[in-house]
């Protein structure tokens, strides 16, 4: 990985625990498949019900515990009820079955632990149609196990062996090949058939089937069991004959189902099962974190390993569907091997030309270039993770991958701030090659870096030419026109290829006017980003779809708001909107956990999802999860997931989505109100519990549980602290400075700076000015808070600062070491500073502008007996010099810190 190898690369860590709920098994659904990770329960009744107590019981008293549970170990906790928001429009379009089974993939995929809770009334729960019971046995085994059970079952002459040959056939078309369990309309025609007439035949076959499953379970068991004692099979082989984590209940059943509050059985029973339901998945988790105990010392490296994984998997990402740009990539083949110039390659397109895809092309083909040569590849896209946000933080990482390649120790003075990691990045590289001269560096940045580099270094450099004038700065900066490479638009051929390739990947075809109708809209704008959308429209179109109704945008950007106008009619122009705004605002993207507790806390949202009907558990509102699946779902393709602070977060996977997005659902006030909302999401230390009126129910809940996910504050939670304080900052009058100060007075100095651009506030200014004071290093708790103590002088009005000098002084007593703690801000800069510096320096007339060590002053100085000149001058408070510099004419000399 160090060396930017794309094979083999493990998966990103997760960081949730994501259970999907279901009552029962689908047949699509292999349940082996889920074994080690899913928690199955059996409740036997004497009738049929869907559980709905429990779940609700659920909801209101295991969730929160859980939820709190995980948040020690720093995980969120999220559960996929499908049962709510299934609407008769997700019925129509048959997708609620895709849906459950993608949300289940995607709970395998990143849960931490468990990932699915099966409940059952019986042993199975009927469905109707062509569809299995629940199924505790495998619907597929391959040909030798199969064969080997069978052997065993007749050597033992297993009572109902003839029934594994009855229900298992073999298909050959398989590879390798497998033995399938039959559907059971294969043996019993009226099972499930509702038709007129049918009732008592379908009795029938449901009885039978029911016995026909027990017999066929039992004996697969005994053979499987035998089988291991044989040494036929493994015991990783017999785990899927049996349950994992099975629990057992019998409830005496009661007219109206489950009650605990009429019934003490019942009662006993929900507290016994609750309480095993927290246990079962306590036990997974933590089973998980201990498999998931890093095995790398993380210590002794300078790169982050959640950085490097997250560039690495997000350039495989780039490469899956790659098709021509082979002049692109024989060019950068050239500049490698023969280019002796020091200087970039600079690589530039509009935006959707594919530039990001060609370098991560780049980099995925250097192994075949290099031919098993050493060589060593860094990569970054930047704006894709938080530490590739600022081009310190991107300098600091390359150095610490190629410092880790080559086993070299770096200078700490060396990058102690952005000027000194500038002057030392081109003598680092010296050091590198000098160590590693057998080896080829190749350094493939997305944009941006400083331009002085050895000859064995190779450096790709990603512009966007109309944006901010870049690329005229650097051919000023690099008068050589061989080092910039317009990334040329795709070619009539290629766009064939692809939509060859798509429309083969998805398994559609086109008739001859549609294909020519699409070829003739893509070559009037011929980027790889318009003959996606363009695609991912034509793959619904049908053979007999008239003519007439066949419309494709004429760019980008109208086939984005298209997309985006096709949602808002299937799902609602309000939860369309606000879910899409809500992935707009996040900072570095926003988690599936988040936007769902975003939707949660949204009145306007809730109002507008319960129009038909309320909410399915008292005292709780939130969105029906289904509805953001859907929603999730139509958008797949233009989503990507990144990590955020160890968190997996949805992005979208364009800049220009990105844009059009902003503009029709996160701008002006309706910005303001969503980062709102989602500040006071990170504000919910122990979940959200509010009001809420649904109009169109004409009901007012209060104080409804909102069910947002804990977020304590606590350093080890960096999700909430870099997000918290972005959107509290463009929350803007939708958030009053009281509340904000409250629930985060900021930490670094830079979002202070970002809030009184916005509003003024004298509380914030004088928190500035101690953190531009202070030269202590405040990372330690207690050391805040002695300075914070020693540093700041406050009047009465300061409610918040003297609440947070409290709170420092609470820390500082509750230590249990020997602490000095400051009764009095004796470092406090003397008010009067201002008025004492202005009596002491001659003809000085005003400070300007002032930090902790240096002041910008205005002084009259005499150009001759009768006019006066302003006379400007930097004043160093450390070496007591002065030094004149002249300035633009200021109107306005009340200048503010």
């Not at 997250?310 to 082979?326: D, N, P, V």
């Not at 390659?345 to 040569?373: D, R, Y």
């Given at each position: 990985m160090?060396a930017?190898?794309?094979?083999n690369?493990?998966q990103?860590?997760h960081s949730?625990?994501r259970?999907?709920l279901?009552?029962t098994?689908?047949?699509?659904?292999?349940?082996?498949?889920?074994?080690?990770?899913?928690?199955?329960?059996?409740?036997?009744?004497?009738?049929?019900?869907?559980m709905?107590?429990?779940?609700n019981t659920l909801?209101r008293?295991?969730?929160?515990?859980?939820?709190?549970?995980?948040?020690?170990?720093?995980l969120?906790?999220?559960?996929?009820?499908?049962?709510?928001?299934?609407?008769e429009d997700?019925?129509?379009?048959h997708?609620v079955e895709?849906?459950?089974?993608?949300?289940?993939?995607?709970?395998q995929r990143?849960?931490?632990g468990?990932?699915?809770?099966?409940?059952?009334?019986?042993?199975?729960?009927l469905?109707?149609?062509?569809r299995?019971g629940?199924?505790?046995?495998?619907?597929e085994?391959?040909m030798?196990?199969f064969e080997?059970?069978?052997?065993?079952?007749?050597e033992?002459?297993?009572?109902?062996q003839?029934l594994?040959?009855t229900?298992y056939?073999?298909?050959?078309?398989a590879?390798p090949p497998l033995y399938?369990?039959?559907?059971?309309?294969?043996?019993?025609?009226?099972?499930g058939?509702?038709?007129?007439g049918?009732?008592e035949?379908?009795?029938k076959?449901?009885?039978?089937?029911?016995k026909?499953f027990?017999?066929?379970?039992?004996v697969?068991r005994?053979a499987?069991?035998?089988?291991l004692?044989?040494?036929?099979?493994t015991s990783q082989q017999?785990?899927?004959?049996?349950?994992s984590?099975?629990?057992?209940?019998?409830v005496p059943w009661?007219?109206?189902g489950?009650?605990?509050?009429?019934?003490?059985d019942h009662?006993e029973?929900?507290?016994?099962f609750?309480?095993?339901?927290?246990q079962?998945v306590?036990?997974?988790?933590?089973?998980?974190?201990?498999?998931?105990?890093e095995?790398?010392?993380t210590?002794?490296?300078?790169?982050d390993?959640?950085?490097?994984l997250?560039?690495l998997?997000?350039c495989?990402?780039k490469?899956?569907?790659?098709?021509?740009?082979?002049?692109?990539?024989?060019?950068?083949?050239?500049?490698?091997f023969n280019d002796?110039?020091?200087k970039?390659?600079?690589?530039?397109?509009?935006?959707g030309a594919?530039?990001?895809?060609?370098?991560?092309m780049?980099m995925?083909?250097?192994?075949?270039?290099?031919k098993?040569?050493e060589?060593i590849c860094?990569?970054?896209?930047?704006g894709t993770s938080?530490d590739s946000?600022?081009?310190?933080?991107?300098?600091?990482?390359v150095c610490g991958?190629?410092a880790?390649?080559?086993?070299?120790?770096?200078?700490?003075?060396?990058?102690?701030n952005?000027?000194n990691?500038?002057e030392?990045?081109?003598?680092f590289l010296?050091?590198?090659?000098w160590?590693s001269?057998r080896?080829?560096?190749?350094?493939?940045?997305a944009c941006?870096?400083?331009?002085?580099?050895?000859s064995?270094?190779?450096?790709?450099?990603?512009?966007l030419?109309?944006?901010?004038g870049?690329?005229?700065?650097?051919k000023?900066l690099?008068?050589?026109?061989?080092?910039?490479?317009?990334?040329p638009?795709?070619?009539?051929?290629?766009?064939?290829e692809?939509?060859d390739?798509f429309?083969a990947?998805?398994?559609?075809t086109?008739n001859?006017?549609?294909?020519k109708?699409l070829?003739?809209?893509?070559?009037?704008?011929p980027s790889?980003?318009?003959?996606?959308l363009?695609?991912?429209?034509?793959?619904n179109?049908h053979?007999?779809t008239p003519f007439?109704?066949?419309?494709l945008?004429?760019?980008?950007?109208?086939a984005?708001?298209?997309?985006?106008?096709n949602?808002e009619?299937?799902?609602?122009?309000?939860?369309?909107s606000?879910?899409l705004g809500?992935?707009t605002?996040g900072?570095?993207?926003?988690s599936?956990i988040?936007?769902?507790?975003?939707l949660?806390?949204?009145d306007?949202?809730?109002?507008?999802?319960?129009?038909?009907?309320?909410?399915?558990v008292?005292?709780?509102v939130r969105?029906p999860?289904?509805l953001?699946?859907?929603?999730?779902?139509?958008?797949r393709?233009y989503?990507?997931?990144?990590?955020?602070f160890g968190?997996?977060?949805?992005?979208?996977?364009?800049r220009q989505?990105?844009?059009?997005?902003?503009a029709?659902?996160?701008t002006g006030?309706?910005a303001?109100?969503?980062?709102?909302i989602m500040a006071e999401t990170?504000?919910?230390?122990?979940?959200?519990?509010?009001?809420?009126?649904?109009?169109?129910?004409?009901i007012?809940?209060?104080?409804?549980?909102?069910?947002?996910?804990p977020k304590?504050?606590?350093?080890?939670?960096?999700?909430?602290?870099?997000?918290?304080?972005?959107?509290i900052?463009?929350?803007?009058n939708?958030m009053t400075?009281?509340?904000?100060?409250q629930?985060?007075f900021?930490?670094?100095e830079d979002e202070?700076t970002?809030?009184l651009?916005?509003?003024e506030?004298?509380?914030?200014?004088?928190l500035?000015?101690f953190f531009?004071?202070?030269?202590?290093?405040?990372?330690?708790?207690?050391k805040?808070a002695?300075?914070?103590?020693?540093?700041?002088?406050?009047?009465?009005e300061?409610?918040?600062?003297r609440?947070?000098?409290?709170?420092a002084?609470?820390?500082?007593?509750s230590?249990?070491?020997?602490t000095?703690?400051?009764?009095?801000?004796?470092?406090a800069?003397?008010?009067d500073?201002?008025?004492?510096?202005?009596?002491s320096?001659?003809?000085?007339?005003?400070?300007?502008?002032?930090?902790s060590e240096?002041?910008?002053i205005q002084?009259?100085?005499k150009?001759?007996e009768?006019e006066s000149k302003?006379?400007?001058?930097i004043?160093n408070?450390?070496t007591?010099?002065?030094?004149s510099v002249t300035l633009?004419?200021?109107?306005?000399?009340?200048?503010?810190?």
């Amino acid at each position: 990985m160090l060396a930017g190898s794309l094979k083999n690369l493990p998966q990103l860590p997760h960081s949730v625990v994501r259970i999907f709920l279901s009552s029962t098994f689908s047949g699509h659904t292999n349940p082996c498949t889920l074994s080690k990770t899913c928690i199955k329960y059996n409740v036997k009744m004497l009738t049929f019900s869907d559980m709905r107590a429990e779940r609700n019981t659920l909801a209101r008293e295991v969730y929160p515990k859980l939820k709190e549970i995980c948040s020690r170990y720093d995980l969120d906790f999220q559960v996929v009820d499908m049962r709510w928001g299934v609407t008769e429009d997700s019925q129509n379009d048959h997708s609620v079955e895709k849906i459950c089974l993608l949300e289940v993939e995607n709970c395998q995929r990143v849960s931490l632990g468990p990932n699915f809770v099966v409940s059952m009334d019986y042993l199975y729960k009927l469905i109707s149609g062509d569809r299995y019971g629940f199924r505790p046995i495998p619907t597929e085994i391959e040909m030798e196990e199969f064969e080997s059970l069978l052997q065993i079952a007749k050597e033992y002459q297993l009572e109902d062996q003839k029934l594994m040959e009855t229900w298992y056939l073999l298909d050959e078309n398989a590879k390798p090949p497998l033995y399938v369990l039959q559907p059971i309309r294969s043996q019993f025609p009226f099972f499930g058939d509702y038709s007129p007439g049918c009732e008592e035949p379908r009795k029938k076959d449901s009885e039978n089937w029911r016995k026909t499953f027990a017999a066929l379970q039992e004996v697969l068991r005994k053979a499987a069991n035998a089988a291991l004692k044989a040494k036929k099979i493994t015991s990783q082989q017999l785990h899927q004959y049996f349950l994992s984590g099975y629990r057992e209940f019998t409830v005496p059943w009661k007219h109206g189902g489950i009650n605990p509050k009429d019934h003490k059985d019942h009662s006993e029973y929900m507290n016994k099962f609750c309480s095993n339901f927290i246990q079962d998945v306590t036990n997974m988790v933590q089973l998980a974190l201990h498999e998931k105990e890093e095995k790398i010392r993380t210590s002794e490296y300078y790169s982050d390993y959640q950085e490097i994984l997250h560039h690495l998997h997000f350039c495989s990402m780039k490469c899956q569907a790659f098709c021509g740009q082979e002049e692109s990539l024989l060019m950068a083949k050239e500049y490698i091997f023969n280019d002796t110039s020091r200087k970039p390659f600079i690589l530039h397109a509009p935006s959707g030309a594919g530039k990001t895809s060609v370098m991560a092309m780049i980099m995925n083909s250097m192994s075949e270039w290099f031919k098993g040569k050493e060589h060593i590849c860094v990569i970054r896209f930047l704006g894709t993770s938080p530490d590739s946000i600022n081009i310190y933080d991107v300098l600091l990482s390359v150095c610490g991958q190629l410092a880790d390649n080559v086993k070299l120790i770096m200078e700490p003075v060396a990058y102690r701030n952005m000027k000194n990691l500038i002057e030392y990045f081109p003598r680092f590289l010296r050091r590198t090659h000098w160590i590693s001269c057998r080896k080829q560096m190749t350094h493939t940045l997305a944009c941006g870096c400083p331009l002085h580099f050895l000859s064995m270094s190779r450096l790709f450099c990603l512009h966007l030419p109309e944006e901010h004038g870049i690329l005229n700065f650097l051919k000023q900066l690099i008068p050589d026109e061989q080092c910039f490479y317009r990334i040329p638009a795709l070619p009539d051929q290629t766009g064939r290829e692809i939509i060859d390739k798509f429309l083969a990947l998805k398994h559609r075809t086109l008739n001859r006017e549609q294909e020519k109708f699409l070829l003739k809209t893509f070559t009037a704008s011929p980027s790889p980003l318009f003959l996606k959308l363009l695609l991912d429209e034509a793959i619904n179109w049908h053979s007999y779809t008239p003519f007439h109704q066949i419309n494709l945008a004429d760019s980008i950007q109208d086939a984005i708001s298209q997309l985006f106008q096709n949602l808002e009619n299937k799902f609602g122009q309000v939860i369309t909107s606000h879910a899409l705004g809500f992935i707009t605002i996040g900072y570095n993207g926003i988690s599936e956990i988040e936007i769902e507790d975003a939707l949660s806390c949204d009145d306007e949202a809730l109002d507008d999802v319960y129009r038909y009907h309320n909410p399915p558990v008292d005292g709780i509102v939130r969105v029906p999860p289904v509805l953001w699946a859907r929603i999730r779902y139509d958008l797949r393709e233009y989503l990507v997931e990144r990590i955020s602070f160890g968190k997996h977060t949805l992005n979208w996977y364009h800049r220009q989505f990105i844009e059009t997005a902003r503009a029709r659902y996160a701008t002006g006030p309706q910005a303001e109100k969503l980062h709102a909302i989602m500040a006071e999401t990170f504000m919910a230390e122990d979940g959200v519990l509010r009001d809420i009126k649904l109009t169109r129910r004409k009901i007012t809940i209060p104080n409804a549980d909102r069910q947002v996910t804990p977020k304590p504050m606590d350093p080890k939670n960096k999700r909430k602290l870099g997000c918290l304080p972005y959107h509290i900052i463009h929350a803007g009058n939708h958030m009053t400075d009281l509340l904000a100060k409250q629930s985060c007075f900021f930490v670094f100095e830079d979002e202070l700076t970002q809030f009184l651009d916005k509003k003024e506030d004298e509380e914030i200014q004088i928190l500035r000015l101690f953190f531009s004071v202070c030269k202590s290093d405040l990372s330690q708790p207690t050391k805040l808070a002695v300075n914070l103590l020693s540093f700041i002088d406050l009047d009465q009005e300061h409610v918040s600062l003297r609440n947070l000098l409290k709170q420092a002084e609470e820390y500082l007593s509750s230590s249990s070491k020997p602490t000095l703690i400051p009764v009095y801000p004796g470092l406090a800069p003397r008010r009067d500073t201002s008025n004492a510096f202005l009596e002491s320096m001659e003809d000085c007339e005003a400070i300007l502008s002032e930090s902790s060590e240096i002041l910008l002053i205005q002084t009259s100085g005499k150009q001759n007996e009768d006019e006066s000149k302003d006379i400007h001058a930097i004043f160093n408070a450390i070496t007591g010099n002065l030094v004149s510099v002249t300035l633009p004419e200021i109107s306005n000399p009340e200048f503010k810190t």
